[in-house]
């Protein structure tokens, strides 16, 4: 699932371009992708991670992550998960700052809630899908973890 997170998304004054970019890499691995899109209003963020997590087993949002005044984000999305995974953020940050040093403003979280991986990139589509790129080969061993299958490799 793709959660979009914007104003003017959300208002339809902007195109959702990270989201129409993310969606195709996640099918070009092959999962289903649904998608959703929600204002910069936390109690909403919270309101569609929740909803999506029944349904989904991987959720990944696109905006709300960096220093404005309405990047909520990160506080709507740890708000609602059980389990942060600080490594998967890490490793998105450090690919980031391999390219640039404005990814250090990036302020993404990630983690589990229920058996579902949630994962928090920027709204640019180039840091989208980097920061996607950055951990695409962890989410299959991830979601595999999650749904209870703990053999290791």
Known sequence: MVLTVS????????????????????T???????????PDEAEQIST???SAAANARFIV???GTGFGL??????????????EASGLTHAMLAA?????????LS???????????VVNVPGSPKGATES???IMDLIPHALQLLSGDNRHH
């Open 7 to 26: 104003d003017g998304v959300s208002a339809g004054t902007r195109e959702d371009t990270s989201g129409d970019q993310l969606e195709e890499m996640l």
């Open 28 to 38: 070009d691995l092959g999962m289903s992708v649904s998608r959703a899109l929600v």
């Open 48 to 50: 569609a991670l929740r």
């Open 61 to 63: 949002t696109t905006g």
């Open 70 to 83: 309405r990047d909520v984000t990160p506080e709507a999305t740890m708000a609602v998960l059980d389990r």
């Open 96 to 104: 980031g700052l391999a390219k640039t040093p404005m990814a250090a």
């Open 107 to 117: 302020r993404a979280r990630a983690g589990s809630l229920g058996s579902t991986l």
């Open 132 to 134: 996607l790129e950055a």
